[in-house]
């Protein structure tokens, strides 16, 4: 089966600092898409960022970027700057392969950013 | 933002109840999908669709149909709800391919007493 792994349920920082959120996958196929979205209390599901498998770039959006290690299957999102608008539930998610019909998601990271 | 709405945006019924869910788009997207999240599980796949009337199950399916008669709109519908499918529901789009970002709607909350 396809999974996806987020090891921490939950995270909490200090306003301004940098934090990651680590997730992991499992799959079969070479050609592959990652996704981290998130859910703030608004419960509204927002796509963060998307990295396709092929690329060797890491993506990055303003403050938010990834470590897309193919080898190790992982996929970890780095938060800069955090701010207390980053507080939210985080999801990370695949479509594990051109065939694939469907998003699979990690079980989510709780992120609290303090003041 | 993607232009896509739930409704209704929350409901309670009781248990044997039909209930049907909707999703509309402004979009024109291809696919559109029916989730379900649940504490510990994330969001799990329904069913989704890949055009007028083509339609595929998902993981999480039984007790679940759908229907697609539009372009725009996509139904879920519990033919006989149940207190196990109290949960969060949210709609996605995507463009033209499966491989294409998912853009999800604003979720429905349903409580089945």
């Known amino acids: 089966a396809q999974t996806v792994t987020q090891s921490q349920p939950e995270m909490s920082v200090q306003e301004a600092e940098t934090v990651t959120l680590s997730c992991t996958y499992d799959t079969s196929e070479n050609n592959y898409y990652l996704f981290w979205y998130k859910q703030p209390p608004s419960r509204q599901m927002i796509l963060v960022i998307r990295q396709e498998a092929y690329k060797q770039q890491n993506a990055t959006e303003n403050r938010f970027s990834v470590n897309f290690q193919k080898a190790a299957k992982s996929f970890s999102l780095k938060i800069s700057d955090s701010q207390l608008g980053d507080t939210a539930m985080y999801f990370c998610a695949s479509i594990p392969g051109q065939g694939a019909q469907k998003l699979v998601f990690g079980q989510g990271t709780r992120l609290t950013i303090n003041p | 933002d993607a232009g896509i709405t739930q409704s209704p945006r929350h409901k309670v019924t009781e248990t044997g109840t039909p209930v049907t869910l909707r999703c509309h788009q402004t979009?024109?997207?291809?696919?559109m999908y029916w989730y379900r999240q649940d504490p510990g599980h994330g969001l799990r796949l329904i069913h989704y669709?890949?055009?007028?009337?083509?339609?595929d199950k998902g993981e999480v399916s039984d007790g679940y149909s759908v229907s697609r008669s539009k372009t725009e709109d996509f139904l879920l519908t519990l033919e006989s709800a149940t207190s196990s499918q109290t949960s969060v529901y949210f709609c996605a789009i995507s463009e033209i391919l499966p491989t294409d970002t998912q853009y999800f709607g604003p979720g429905t909350r349903l409580t089945v007493l």
């Open positions: 979009e024109n997207h291809r696919y």
């Open positions: 669709s890949y055009g007028v009337k083509d339609t």
